[in-house]
């Protein structure tokens, strides 16, 4: 035998040697610290009561439910308005989408909505982005195309600010601007509504329940206003509300 | 060497119950520890041997008025002192152990003799040089020698100034038969 | 001479052939009376924290540990040298500890000094798996004591673990209530001027930093050996003894200052090994770490022993007495502390995209009306009194200041003491005997300490552990490793197995730890002789980080192979003796 195939065994020999030592003694972690942590949460921004100036009464709610990992996160959001006298949703959106980061503050998010109010339905395809902006502004932004081929932008702005560690005042921005009108459900092209809203809050339970008082201003402008008059509505309207704010 | 200190433990264990008993009774005496013993006044040689961070012994006997010459040693790998002296000044001397500390003078195993014979004014008149007839300070593996007179009996303990080995533990009380 | 010699030669066989102790846990549900709330949780031997395990160096211990628990569990024996199957990391030493299954842990015990042990799995050790591990010297000790008391720190939350890690996830400042509100705004503006808060809110706003961001976990009552402030655990004293008090600190997530006032603490131990002594006033015990004092209380009165969280949002309380039911004043908090822009100094280096550009030059601007209230004021507060009538030449070395090497330059989170005394640092730490010959790294690793505190994310590298290789060392060399804290907050670096000898600047004096605990905006060097096979975790101990992703495998390659390892471990313990 020659030295170097008496090496190339020997090499071989020890190789399976330390192989097999290793596989034996080194285990592989698959413990659920390997694995990415999934996470998940439910919040209600608002649930609240709404008495408007004009004497109406609303119940309504904004939500937010998620199952996911850092990288991918599944969000069940949710929003409505439920006309007391009327007992009819004057609004109701549920949106499904897929959410992952895109920067350090930053998430991308799409989707489909679905508008199933009083009236004629729609749904959209969404595509959005939600984060956090220089000075503690939270922002959500989103494009949705409807199933009628119409365009519209969403934008939400929220800032809290701390009056003591349990009293927050949160003040809230949601306007929404369409790019084609779409009567039947009486959205006009342009700046089509804003709402805006300010609540005082109480951190009763820890984070999880925090009751709040507040106003809401909401306004139509531009056609989508002339639509709504058309129709016997209100193009603006003053809310005192009552609500809490709810994690779990 | 585990028996070996466990031995010295035990002694010093029993010494220490006699001199609380003995420290008792002693506290009216003032404040003096003795005086710089003259060499042909000693009556007879003590060994002492420093270890990180204690003595052995861990305390000794001595006559009213005897004059004894310790033979100091350090066996450790720290600087260590050994300094004769009542309670309160030993509290007092480790303040100005700390400075040397602080200064540099005294870093773990080794001295800055350089530093140590610098004419430097620590404010209060002393100086870092440490040249007390009641102290001395040793490196690792040096050896010294004191000539020491009890003149008077008194709460009087032998021990290490270097800042924090007092507190740990390295010091040992000087009984009077 | 002879019988010394004969004796010294029986110690040297005696261990070899007879100490060897077998102990029993079991892991358990139990219930924790915090004082404030009682809530279920998970103990050993039926109570939490569990039994204080009492070691002989020498001794080769078999613990058997029971889990009497619905789910998978370890126990990780902190700080101790033993072979990596025995380290108690699920998915690295071993696979876990089935439901029902009693699981024998055999390993020597090679050093001496005060240790803990943990569950590694989930979050049972927040949950309240955890106990002490004392293990007494073969030889005599460099310092002497008449009594000894663990004191064993945690901060028991009344929710678990795994809705704690939710809720940060969800809201990362969910527990945090010492948030700057618009009344901090007005007071800060009353003495800093409004312009001058108000650039500095908006350079952190900017960052989308909170100053606040001290602690990430709130609303936890700290107990002190399973006793919360309003149980005071006592520890019982005859005036004049000196008293050593093995700190442990088990919490979470929950770093403490403590001091005992009326009462100079000599450390004379950290992390299980021998210090140089220290005598201070205060000290700061992060997470996983311990701290070994002397104590000697002189008067027949109850001294307390205060422990207040970094950020001050809690604290624990105990007493120690002459007699049972005598209490001590107990101090109020002190104000929160707050981050300074030096602590976001490691941030500097980081790409965070064009927005955050604009902020670094306000960043410059307000460090020094931002820090310097508190720097400054604390500097004056402490003006060196105890060093009456000295020149403060040059040659003055640090440790005496509000400045601490360990911590960013103008940090707003630099310990003061309470009483203006001395406060421990790193810096002042020096092995008592060094374990190690000193000599030169082969390599260095850099592990930058790296997170997102509004996703919760925390990782090394910016990779966290699901993503990330495992760290590969080879046998016999020894690694320099440079951590960077990258984030806003300290993270307790805890690398299993092998000792971290801490860069304190003292050379073949430099301590050994077992826990390294790395401030904001700082680099903190550690390094390690790579003298133990096998694979071993490494990460940090911050329980909520670690389970976020900032952990790593560590492997060693080569060296002797792993039963070899474990009889020689044996022979050496012997041959020590």
């Known amino acids: 035998m020659s030295r170097v195939q008496f090496l190339t065994l020997g090499l071989l020999g020890s190789l399976l040697v330390t192989t097999s030592a290793t596989a034996q003694t080194m285990i592989q972690d698959t413990t659920a610290r390997k694995q990415p942590l999934a996470t998940w949460g439910v919040q209600f921004e608002e649930l609240e009561y709404r008495y408007s100036d004009s004497d109406e009464e609303l119940g309504v709610w904004k939500s937010d439910a998620f199952y996911g990992t850092d990288e991918l996160k599944f969000r069940w959001l949710s929003k409505g308005e439920y006309a007391i006298e009327e007992q009819a949703y004057e609004g109701l959106e549920n949106q499904l989408v897929l959410q992952t980061p895109i920067s350090k503050f930053f998430d991308a998010k799409a989707g489909v909505r679905f508008d199933t109010p009083e009236g004629p339905d729609r749904t959209y395809a969404v595509l959005g982005v939600t984060g956090l902006a220089p000075q503690w502004f939270e922002v959500d932004a989103n494009l949705y195309v409807s199933d009628e081929g119409d365009t519209l932008a969403e ?3 929220e800032y809290e600010l701390l009056l003591t560690n349990h009293w927050i005042l949160s003040a809230a921005l949601d306007a929404t601007v369409a790019f084609s009108e779409d009567r039947e459900i009486g959205q006009g092209k342009g700046l089509n509504s804003t709402e805006t809203g300010l609540r005082l809050s109480y951190d009763l339970v820890d984070r999880a329940v925090s009751p709040y008082i507040g106003v809401v201003h909401e306004r139509k402008y531009g056609d989508t206003a002339d639509l709504a008059e058309a129709e016997g509505g209100s193009t603006e309207d003053w809310f005192a509300v009552v609500g809490a704010r709810i994690a779990f | 060497m585990n028996a070996s200190a466990f031995l010295v433990a035990a002694t010093a264990m029993t010494i220490s119950a006699t001199v609380s008993a003995a420290g008792a009774h002693s506290g009216g005496h003032g404040g003096g520890s003795g005086e710089p013993g003259k060499a042909s006044e000693v009556s007879r040689t003590i060994n002492v041997e ?128 | 001479m002879r019988t010394t010699f004969l004796a ?38 039926g109570e939490s924290p569990g039994p204080v395990l009492r070691f002989k160096q020498g001794e080769e211990v078999t613990i058997n540990v029971t889990n009497n628990l619905d789910e998978m569990t370890s126990i990780h024996w902190h700080g101790l040298i033993l072979p990596y199957q025995q380290d108690g990391v699920p998915g690295i030493s071993f696979p876990g500890i089935k439901p029902g299954e009693t699981f024998t842990y055999r390993f020597p015990i090679q050093q001496a000094g005060t240790y803990w042990f943990h569950s590694h799995s989930g979050f049972q050790e927040p949950d309240g798996a955890y106990g002490a591990i004392v293990i007494e010297p073969e030889g005599r000790e460099p310092f002497r004591y008449d009594r000894e008391y663990v004191v064993q720190l945690t901060d028991k939350h009344p929710h678990s673990g795994d809705r704690i890690m939710r809720n940060l996830k969800m809201m990362p ?186 902020g670094s030059s306000d960043m410059a601007g307000m460090d020094h009306s931002g820090t310097g209230s508190m720097e400054q004021s604390d500097m004056a507060g402490m003006d060196h009194s105890n060093m009456v009538g000295m020149d403060h030449s040059g040659m003055m070395m640090s440790n005496t200041g509000a400045s601490d090497p360990f911590y960013a330059k103008g940090s707003g989170i630099v310990p003061v003491a309470a009483n203006g005394g001395k406060f421990l640092s790193y810096a002042d730490l020096r092995a008592q005997d060094p374990l190690y010959e000193d000599r030169e790294p082969t390599r260095e690793i850099e592990l930058k300490l790296t997170g997102n505190m509004e996703r919760y994310t925390w990782s090394i590298n910016g990779v966290k552990y699901e993503d990330a290789d495992p760290i590969r060392l080879q046998y016999g060399e020894r690694v320099r490793f440079k951590f960077v804290n990258e984030t806003m907050m300290t993270h307790p670096m805890h690398l299993h197995g092998m000792w971290s000898i801490l860069d304190v600047g003292a050379d073949q004096w430099n301590p050994i730890k077992h826990t390294v605990s790395v401030q904001p905006g700082t680099t903190v060097y550690m390094e390690t002789e790579v003298d133990e096979p096998g694979q071993w975790a490494f990460h940090c101990h911050l329980s909520y980080h670690a389970a976020a992703g900032m952990f790593r495998k560590v492997i060693v390659e080569g060296g002797p192979d792993t039963t070899q390892a474990q009889t020689d471990a044996v022979v050496d313990n012997g041959g020590d003796a």
């Open chain 1, 155 to 157: 934008f939400d702005a």
């Open chain 3, 8 to 45: 010294g030669l029986a110690a040297l066989l005696i261990p070899a052939l007879g100490l060897a102790g077998e102990y029993n846990l079991t892991v358990d549900r139990v219930q924790i009376d915090t004082g404030d709330f009682v809530k279920e949780g998970i103990g050993y031997n």
């Open chain 2, 50 to 177: 420093m270890h990180d961070n204690y003595y052995e012994p861990e305390s000794i006997e001595v006559n009213p008025g005897e004059t004894v010459r310790f033979v100091i040693e350090n066996k450790g790998k720290l600087v260590h002192e050994f300094n004769i002296g009542t309670p309160d000044m030993h509290e007092a001397h480790q303040e100005e152990m700390m400075m040397m500390v602080e200064h540099g003078v005294i870093q773990g195993g080794t001295l800055n003799h350089d530093m140590m014979e610098m004419e430097m004014d620590m404010g209060n008149g002393h100086s870092m040089k440490h040249d007390d007839p009641n102290s001395v300070l040793l490196e690792p593996g040096k050896s010294k020698e004191i000539v020491w007179k009890f003149s008077e009996q008194g709460n009087i303990e032998f021990a290490c100034n270097v800042p924090g080995h007092y507190q740990a533990g390295m010091y040992g009380d000087v009984n009077f038969n």
């Open chain 3, 173 to 358: 400042d969910y527990y945090n209530r010492q948030q700057q509100t618009v009344g901090e705004f007005f007071s800060d503006a009353a003495e800093h001027g409004f312009m001058n808060t108000l650039k500095d809110r908006m350079a952190w706003g900017d960052m989308r930093m909170m100053k606040a961001d001290v602690e990430d976990l709130q609303g936890f009552t700290a107990l002190i050996n399973g006793k919360g402030p309003e149980q005071n655990w006592t520890g019982i004293f005859e005036p004049g003894e000196r008293i050593r008090l093995r700190f442990i600190n088990s919490s979470a997530m929950t770093y403490f200052d403590i001091r005992i006032p009326g009462l100079n603490m000599t450390v004379v131990q950290a992390d299980g090994n021998n210090v140089q002594p220290v005598n201070v006033d205060e000290f700061r015990i992060g997470v996983a770490e311990t701290y070994d004092v002397i104590v000697r209380p002189r008067d027949e009165q109850a001294y307390t022993i205060f422990a207040e969280s970094m950020g001050r949002s809690g604290f624990a309380r105990a007493t120690l007495a002459p007699k049972e039911g005598m209490e001590g004043v107990v101090p109020e908090l002190r104000e929160p502390a707050r981050l300074t822009m030096a602590d976001m100094a490691g941030m500097h280096g980081m790409d965070h995209g064009s927005m955050d550009m604009s």
